[in-house]
């Protein structure tokens, strides 16, 4: 085989998933491109942590859906990935002789990429997924992971008990040797959890993904089959304890409050690590004299004549005179129509609430969040329907 310029760590970033989680915000796009935070896309916090950890090779594994996302990655040159040797592939399945396209699993979707990884000769694969939003330098995991000598490091993190069973929960000796993995517990016995990033030594991951594949009784997932191998075979497996910011998307409630988590802190601990994105370049925002914000996130080209309280506004989202927009996440290209109250929500792109309709419901009276789809018309706070079938 003809080799590319050697790497000795690069990067696969899992991002085919359904988001099924997210419900109406994944029915036409992929979980790592919804939008977060007024400018930025979810696959923006990987990407960024990869270009300043000095992770110049990314392969990113797509499936659901894939679009936009392709459409958004583009070349790689937002994020400095644009490169000769290296930088960011799209990955979609393919066909082989033998075998079906679809990726099967978090770790069939790697298996069926060996030839990608094998272009780079890698010491080590960095397994990342598409769902997070945190800010990590994975160089420095990679220097834990080879201090002690690893076989596979796993980034955790302690996460409240009531939460534990959504998650890949661990325990650990003194030194964060791993002694004990389940994957998404019933009857979790602790709260160290996994974030879904791995570091492999490539050649023993490849005979692992070997043998999986060949094994009919497998799911072809990193934590449900690969990991508990891996324990059961006595490998040299290390826990790399994180500390900072970091929140899993991949539900609307866990999504908002992500968002909401940016209005107590504009930085979630990201000082000077400045997150790459591919800006809108609209023109500045326009607050009019009849609007008023309060405690609120607004992205360019947003125009302002009503009220806003606690709430992010991305790109495009237009607030007519006397709506009124509370704890919500507005998404691009919105409009709030005149007298109109939108409130513990999220808007999708290009949804329209119609002149004196209302959206959502007061958090103050305990109410439920509300997600609206992309293209949705509201026309009262009852009755909704799609622009496409008007």
Not at 127 to 144: F, P
Not at 335 to 362: F, H, M
Request: glycine letters at 8%; hydrophobic letters at 35%.
């Amino acid at each position: 085989m003809v080799f590319a310029e050697r790497k000795e760590c690069i990067a696969m970033l899992l991002a085919g998933g359904r988001g099924s989680r997210l419900k109406s915000l994944t029915e036409q796009i992929a979980k790592p491109a919804v939008t977060f935070g007024g400018k930025y896309k979810i696959i923006d916090f990987p990407l960024t942590n990869c270009v300043h950890s000095g992770i110049d090779t990314v392969g990113v594994m797509t499936q659901y859906q894939p679009l936009l996302l392709h459409d958004y990655i583009g070349k790689g040159q937002h994020w400095d990935l644009d490169r000769l040797s290296g930088g960011v592939s799209i990955l979609p399945p393919h066909s082989k002789p033998g075998s079906t396209a679809w990726y099967s699993g978090t770790a069939n979707a790697v298996y069926q990429n060996q030839n990608f990884i094998e272009t780079f000769d890698p010491d080590y694969v960095l397994i990342l997924a598409g769902d997070h939003v945190y800010k990590m330098n994975y160089r420095i995991m990679l220097e834990y992971h080879k201090s002690v000598n690893a076989d596979c490091t796993i980034a955790v993190i302690e996460v409240p008990i009531k939460d534990a069973h959504r998650f890949g929960i661990m325990s650990t000796d003194k030194n964060d040797v791993i002694t004990e993995f389940e994957e998404k517990p019933e009857h979790p016995k602790n709260n160290l959890a996994s974030m879904g990033i791995y570091i492999f030594n490539w050649r023993m991951l490849k005979e692992y993904l070997y043998e999986d594949e060949k094994n009919p009784t497998s799911s072809h997932d990193f934590g449900k089959d690969v990991i508990p191998s891996l324990l059961r075979d006595g490998k040299r497996m290390f826990a790399y304890r994180f500390d900072g910011y970091w929140k899993d998307v991949g539900t609307e409630e866990s999504l908002w409050q992500a968002n909401m988590d940016l209005l107590d802190d504009l930085h979630l601990g990201f000082e000077n690590w400045h997150i790459l994105s591919r800006t809108a370049g609209l023109p500045p925002h326009y607050i009019a004299p009849t609007g008023s914000i309060k405690n609120t996130i607004i992205t360019e080209g947003c125009e302002i004549y009503g009220l806003v309280e606690n709430s992010i506004l991305s790109v495009g989202v237009i607030v007519e005179e006397g709506a009124v927009v509370k704890d919500s996440v507005i998404m691009e290209n919105c409009r709030i129509s005149k007298s109109a109250v939108v409130e513990y929500a999220i808007l999708d792109e290009n949804v329209v609430i119609a002149e004196g309709a209302q959206a959502g419901e007061s958090r103050a009276g305990n109410g439920k969040l509300n997600v609206y789809s992309r293209g949705t018309l509201i026309e009262t706070n009852r009755f909704t329907r799609r622009k496409e079938d008007m």
